[in-house]
């Protein structure tokens, strides 16, 4: 399990230095000395960021009014999203357990399924990957464009703290609204999943929740669902890096996008594999 994992995270960390931009052309250095130069590079300047980020968050004047916008802007603008997959991913766990549950007589045990399915590992997961896809694309693209445009440089010379106006309030939103949206999605999986049980068999909701959270309790709940505050400090805190180190100019900034997409989805899933076992021990 630990081997496995560490060789997880070294993939996600080769990811991120393969992703890193590059030096100059006339770098004639080696592939490999390259990529494991900016291995170790993109480590350290993460390791740099975060200390600059967390010496300058918690420092007032606090950005309540920006905090406030960056959370309708990752909330609010993803809920649609996020309750169309948990929607979806509701009704294709019905559709699919029903038959296989109806092969050894188990159909009574399929608003369990969904339920726990739903609330312990799908709705977590689902909505961490959708969130960084929407929200890890615009914040490194947003920050990268500022970069590359010297905006960010501008308000360091106007003495307002790009880390704390920009990646902190960003980063806060993150790790406030993953939750909710969680909720969200496992809300819409459940109806849903019920709506695909009674067109197959008729079932009132009332006894689809009460099969459906007959062995459930707050432990099968509470611990799957704040974890997903993890996910946003990963998806917040990726995206904010890539694109705060913007290079390149328009490409840059479609590096940076791009990268945050994919480093903050790779470090969500090598998260996740963590977070369970560590919600296996504390809460069996």
Not at 192 to 215: D, H, Q, Y
């Amino acid at each position: 399990m630990t081997f496995g994992l560490t060789i997880l995270i070294l993939a996600g960390a080769f990811s991120a230095a393969w992703l890193a931009p590059r030096g100059h052309p006339g770098n004639h250095s080696t592939p490999s000395k390259s990529h494991l130069v900016s291995f170790f590079e993109w480590f350290g300047e993460l390791a740099i960021f975060c200390w600059r980020l967390l010496r300058t968050a918690f420092a007032p004047p606090f950005e309540g009014r920006e905090l406030i916008r960056q959370m309708d802007e990752v909330g609010s603008k993803s809920l649609p999203l996020v309750a169309l997959a948990g929607a979806a991913i509701g009704v294709v766990l019905s559709m699919q357990t029903h038959a296989s549950l109806g092969r050894f007589g188990a159909k009574a045990m399929l608003p369990a399924v969904i339920v726990f399915t739903l609330i312990k590992e799908s709705g977590p997961i689902i909505t961490a990957l959708v969130v960084s896809g929407r929200v890890g694309a615009g914040i490194g693209a947003e920050l990268g464009s500022m970069k590359v445009t010297e905006q960010i440089d501008a308000m360091e010379a106007s003495a307002v703290n790009p880390y704390k106006f920009l990646a902190a309030t960003r980063i806060l939103a993150c790790i406030l609204v993953l939750p909710l949206l969680t909720v969200a999605a496992d809300f819409c999986g459940i109806l849903m999943g019920w709506v695909a049980n009674t067109l197959a068999e008729p079932i009132s909701f009332r006894l689809f929740l009460e099969n459906g959270f007959k062995n459930a309790d707050f432990s099968d709940l509470l611990p799957p669902t704040f974890k997903t505050a993890i996910f946003g400090l990963i998806i917040g805190l990726v995206a904010c890096f890539q694109g705060m180190r913007t290079q390149g100019g328009t490409e840059g900034v479609g590096r940076s996008a791009t990268s945050s997409v994919v480093l903050s989805s790779l470090f969500v899933i090598l998260a996740d594999v963590l977070l369970v076992k560590l919600i296996l021990i504390f809460f069996p």
